[in-house]
């Protein structure tokens, strides 16, 4: 009964907002933030510090709230990064293969780097649920050589795992999806939503896909609705949700990317999705290959940002964004 009235508010919601208004501020313009490959994945909002996000360089830039662009951890090789709920900054490292945590003064912590001594593939995106439980992202892309992580048959996974409070490591999905990328988990932790993105095959899923989330942080393997299918067009990447439910999908390629074409009608930018019908509500064009997330930011957590070949992007929105941090 829970998740039907959560539905149908939601749809309610989201119908209201489409009637009433538009997704993006009238007028509003995409603005370049901050360039010298800073935006190169995984943004995060802290009223303190402005924004953080992954540079193509291997390190993790800090656009400040003065609007100054400066190198804030230096070879921290992550990707995505979010802050959980104590305004701590959980990291994705594809380079180290791990998931780690830097505090508040700025001391890491390894959460995990192996499962059962296997190590990870490329710890890609991470999200966290109400109670703490941290969901991360494993593809692999580029060689594939030193893959460790197999099934019973011996084939490779790229899986979603879930941290658990007491730093207990579990897989939630495995084979069921082809390579898994962005990942979120829905506010009443009812629903985790997944960027399939395997850009390497051109047979390979370029889907998103919503899971049921059980109570003990478990995915209903019977569940599995698809919302949007970029077909052979770039994948999606990075998924963030407003507070009216709306997904907001990094995804999409604007120029060729051999042996990829751009599809006509899937360019890069942010496909904003409705999160029960997987309706198309709205589309932003960014012109950088390739977009690859975004996050919500601002004192009124109503500015986008967004990350795109290596540019650090804002554009205004009529709805804040949904966040852990700042509470």
């Known amino acids: 009964m829970r998740g039907i009235c959560l539905a149908i508010t939601l749809t309610i919601l989201i119908g209201n907002a489409r009637a009433g208004e538009p997704i993006f501020a009238p007028g509003a313009k995409l603005k370049v933030e901050a360039e010298k490959s800073s935006g190169g994945e995984g943004p995060a909002w802290d009223p303190k510090l402005g924004i953080l996000s992954s540079g193509s360089d291997e390190s993790i830039w ?26 701590r900054l959980v990291c994705c490292e594809p380079v180290q293969r791990r998931v780690t945590r830097i505090d508040r003064k700025g001391e890491l912590m390894v959460l995990t780097d192996k499962l059962e001594g296997k190590r990870y593939n490329q710890p890609n995106d991470v999200t966290i649920d109400s109670k703490g439980r941290i969901y991360f992202s494993d593809p692999r892309y580029g060689s594939r050589d030193n893959m460790q992580i197999r099934d019973e048959q011996g084939r490779t996974i790229e899986g979603v795992y879930r941290i658990d409070p007491d730093g207990s490591v579990t897989r939630i999905l495995g084979r069921e999806v082809d390579r898994p990328n962005g990942v979120l988990v829905s506010a009443d932790d009812q629903f985790l939503f997944v960027a399939d993105n395997n850009n390497d095959s051109k047979t390979g899923a370029r889907k998103l896909w919503r899971f049921d989330l059980k109570k003990d942080g478990t995915v209903v393997f019977a569940s599995r609705k698809l919302l949007y299918d970029w077909d052979l067009g770039r994948g999606p990447d990075g998924v963030k949700q407003d507070q009216m439910g709306r997904l907001y999908v990094a995804g999409g390629l604007n120029k060729p990317n051999p042996p990829f074409e751009p599809a006509a009608d899937k360019k890069g930018g942010i496909y904003v999705i409705d999160p029960q019908s997987g309706k198309l509500l709205d589309f932003l064009p960014v012109p950088r290959d390739e977009v690859t997330n975004c996050a919500f930011g601002g004192d009124d957590l109503k500015t986008l940002y967004i990350t795109g070949g290596g540019t650090l992007y804002s554009i205004r929105t009529t709805t804040a964004g949904r966040v852990l941090w700042p509470k």
């Open 62 to 87: 800090q656009l400040a709230r003065n609007g100054k662009s400066r190198i804030w951890r230096k070879g921290a090789g992550t990707n995505g990064l979010l802050f959980d709920s104590e305004g």
